[in-house]
């Protein structure tokens, strides 16, 4: 037995004596530094990120199998959880930081009120555009939430469905380049507008109508210019009006011309660099009255019994009073016709008919023509001078006989009566 205990403390003492003698593992390399991989610097209110922490040795070397932990400095604002994500809760700003064996790596956070979505985006110049070819222009997005709220500084993206014949930039310049149509769009946060532009061909020539207009002081005539291109067609563009003279005539948006003074202008029309021009004669009214009328002209459809239209048998009518006046320096002239209506059983019916036209001017002999533009029934007319009067035939077309009308001329207008108050 003695020899058994013996034998069991020597062995013991081997085993210890070779435990203590042996080799044992290396101690683990202490954290140096930790680092944030890329922390947002902001979030909005209810947003979530998750943050990633690495801890370092002395070499910069990555570390794992450590553990980390993470705060932060007002919950209230951000609160984070011991896998790194954070969740923001309230605006205001925090600090984050991640922990390992007494390193610390911090961020600063900021919360920030919630961005609206976009809901509708509008394009301010319209739907559509039309443009001249070679002309630019800028065009403006807006972008608006459902509430209608306008929601600047959202990223815009612009297109051209055809760039050939409208080019379009980043900020959503426009450039005309060829005769054509094309949709421009812009997209903010993947809602779209639209503006359909439409490039003007070239003008060539800008057609005046009438090309000679004569009116009186203070009266009104219309002008109207068409812009043509290669082949005749007309263009729809723009046109700028404008008097050379407007002490004499003026001129609006839409061609109407407004007679200032006597003398002669020019008015112009220009459209995409071409100008066409009309001549302006303003003028005065020289004014002859009716004093003798021989003959009767036959009955005519123009004087209808009231109630009973087209109903001209048995009716006869007589001139019994009117006028004839020229624009003075001007082909216009203007007749008037006081008339006394008659037939059986009828009451007298006294009406009215004026007459415009043209005087053609036969410079050698005197002699002047007046070509109704307005006159029913038909006549022919002629007309003669002696002095202070004038002797008009007018044959109708209709029927005989001639009828002269002769005419003297009207005396001036009396002076205005004074107006107290005033020399």
């Not at 290396?26 to 979530?48: D, F, I, K, R, Y």
């Not at 020539?205 to 067609?233: C, K, W």
């Not at 009955?299 to 006028?323: D, N, Q, R, W």
């Not at 037939?343 to 008919?353: C, D, K, S, Y």
């Amino acid at each position: 037995m003695r020899a058994r205990r013996l034998l069991w403390v020597a062995m013991s003492l081997a085993v210890v004596a070779c435990a203590d003698g042996g080799p044992s593992e290396p101690a683990p390399e202490p954290v140096a530094s930790v680092e944030l991989v890329a922390p947002p610097a902001q979030l909005t209110v209810g947003q979530m990120a998750h943050l990633t922490a690495i801890p370092r040795n002395a070499s910069g070397a990555p570390l794992s199998g450590r553990t980390i932990r993470w705060h932060s400095t007002r919950p209230e604002v951000a609160w984070t959880d011991q896998s790194g994500r954070v969740v923001a809760i309230d605006l205001g700003l925090t600090t984050i930081s991640a922990t390992s064996e007494g390193r610390v790596a911090q961020t600063v956070l900021r919360v920030v009120p919630a961005v609206e979505p976009v809901a509708h985006v509008a394009i301010v110049e319209g739907a559509t555009l039309v443009m001249p070819r070679g002309s630019a222009q800028q065009l403006h997005a807006e972008a608006r939430s459902a509430a209608g709220v306008l929601l600047p500084g959202r990223p815009q993206s612009w297109s051209s469905s055809d760039p050939g014949v409208v080019s379009v930039s980043g900020t959503g310049a426009v450039t005309a380049l060829a005769a054509g149509e094309a949709s421009v769009t812009v997209t903010i946060e993947g809602k779209s507008a639209v503006i359909r532009i439409s490039v003007l061909a070239d003008v060539v020539v800008i057609e005046m109508d009438p090309p000679t207009l004569a009116i009186a002081v203070n009266d009104v005539g219309q002008l109207t210019a068409l812009a043509r291109g290669h082949g005749g067609h007309v263009i729809n563009t723009p046109i700028t009006w404008e008097s050379l003279d407007p002490t004499i005539a003026t001129v609006g948006l839409t061609g109407r011309v407004r007679g200032v003074r006597p003398g002669w202008t020019w008015i112009t029309a220009t459209a995409q660099g071409k100008v066409g021009s009309a001549l302006v004669i303003v003028s005065t009214w020289t004014e002859y009255v009716l004093t003798q009328v021989a003959g009767t002209p036959p009955p005519a459809t123009m004087f209808t019994i009231p109630g009973e239209p087209g109903v001209t048998s048995s009716v006869t009518y007589e001139a019994v009073a009117g006028s004839l006046r020229f624009l003075e320096n001007t082909d216009r002239y203007e007749q008037a016709f006081h008339f006394r209506i008659h037939r059986e059983g009828v009451p007298v019916i006294h009406l009215t008919r004026i007459t415009t036209g043209i005087v053609e001017h036969d410079w050698f002999t005197g002699r002047r023509r007046l070509h109704p533009e307005n006159g029913s029934p038909a006549f022919e007319v002629g007309i003669t001078g002696q002095g202070q009067g004038l002797l008009v035939r007018q044959r109708y077309v209709a029927a005989s006989p001639e009828v002269e009308l002769v005419y003297q001329l009207a005396p001036p207008p009396g002076p205005l009566p004074a107006v107290r108050g005033r020399p």
